[in-house]
């Protein structure tokens, strides 16, 4: 969900709700103007991120791959364009209504025919150790009630020797850019997204403050590491505005199939 960054974290007694019955809720009414609003308010560049994404990871042949909290399942949409036909693309989700534009969004006769959309919360995800050769999440993970956890079941159902990837938005250290950018995202977006919604506006106040409580940087690069991932690292892009991380489970891919 296009969002950012305040210029200053919420003290505890200001922590923002992240319950699962308030977070579906909240997705649920913007669900229909999902995509466009992040189109628009970030300018297109949610486009281009999730791009760079894909374009890191290392994917191979008769692995499936799972990209949780997947919402519409544009991350999954352009990783089933990249993976080999025999890799089956799985996108995860807890709120059905978002699910149900993303199954809209399959078109008959490319890759995205074979996505499987799911309902399922990524604290308890319905699979088997040890299943998919990639587990990504794009702009999801900070919505999630409890990072740790998450992270946890990301890294569960992950092969040995596999690739986990969080796209997510961060906080941009540049003077300048950082206190323009945390006024747009307090003062400016969340006018926008309700007068364009006509939701909740709640919603689009949720957006910066979940994002100034989230950790970024190597505070969510030692998240990675603690949830038993190995060779963590980050990547910032467009001047810190979200950052790509990336990290392997411990273990050796199944040869089968590997180029």
């Known amino acids: 969900m296009t969002d950012a960054a305040p210029t200053k974290s919420a003290t505890p007694g200001d922590r923002v709700d992240k319950s699962n019955p308030r977070v579906r809720e909240m997705f649920r009414q913007i669900a229909p103007h999902y995509d466009k609003m992040n189109h628009l308010l970030s300018l297109n560049v949610d486009k281009y991120w999730r791009s760079q994404a894909v374009r890191r990871l290392r994917i191979f042949p008769n692995h499936p791959i799972l990209d949780t909290c997947t919402g519409t399942g544009d991350l999954a949409i352009a990783i089933s364009a990249k993976a080999d036909p025999t890799v089956d693309v799985v996108g995860s989700d807890f709120c059905h209504a978002m699910l149900e534009i993303a199954r809209d969004k399959r078109d008959p006769g490319k890759p995205s ?43 569960r159902v992950c092969l040995p020797g596999g690739q986990l990837m969080v796209l997510e938005f961060s906080q941009p250290r540049m003077i300048g850019l950082k206190q323009a950018y945390g006024f747009y995202f307090r003062n400016v977006l969340p006018r926008i997204g309700q007068w364009f919604a006509r939701n909740d506006k709640s919603a689009y106040e949720y957006l910066p403050e979940s994002v100034g409580q989230f950790p970024d940087g190597q505070a969510m690069a030692d998240r990675m590491t603690a949830a038993g991932l190995i060779d963590v690292r980050f990547t910032p892009l467009t001047f810190g505005v979200a950052t790509i991380y990336e990290g392997t489970k411990p273990g050796i891919l199944p040869s089968q199939g590997l180029a």
């Open 113 to 155: 025919s074979r996505i499987s959309f799911l309902e399922a919360d990524s604290q308890t995800l319905p699979f088997a150790d040890d299943t998919f050769q990639c587990v990504t999440v794009a702009f999801g993970l900070r919505n999630v009630a409890d990072t740790d956890r998450g992270l946890l079941e990301m890294t």
